[in-house]
Nanobody, 115 residues
Framework: QVQLVESGGGLVQPGGSLRLSCAASGFTFRTEWMYWVRQVRGKGLEWVASISPGGYSDTYDNAVKGRFTISRDNARNILFLRMTDLKPEDTAHYYC????????RGQGTQVTVSS
């Protein structure tokens, strides 16, 4: 049974940084592409970033490119999202997922960017 548990969210001021983590279990993590998606209250899921199984290839939505970095630790089955220069528009519930659309995702962690 796939289990994804996100952590690391919180309240941060504009320009600040956070690192999200996602502990994965129940599947062969090291062979799967992994994704971060987010959802603003009242809106649909939005893809944020993807990373290849070995971690050598990553892609980002234009809204976060240059500010966010996705990475993974295949030895510990953990996915990360390093977020820098955070903006109020980054405020959302963030999920890690095993698919681009976020259909199979964890419970998420809230990120609020506000002064």
């Amino acid at each position: 049974q796939v289990q994804l548990v996100e952590s690391g969210g919180g309240l941060v001021q504009p320009g600040g940084s956070l690192r999200l983590s996602c502990a994965a279990s129940g599947f062969t993590f090291r062979t799967e592409w992994m994704y971060w998606v987010r959802q603003v209250r009242g809106k649909g899921l939005e893809w944020v970033a993807s990373i290849s199984p070995g971690g050598y290839s990553d892609t980002y939505d234009n809204a976060v490119k240059g500010r966010f970095t996705i990475s993974r630790d295949n030895a510990r089955n953990i996915l990360f999202l390093r977020m820098t220069d955070l903006k109020p528009e980054d405020t959302a519930h963030y999920y890690c997922a095993t698919d681009h659309e976020g259909t199979n995702r964890g419970q998420g962690t809230q990120v609020t960017v506000s002064s």
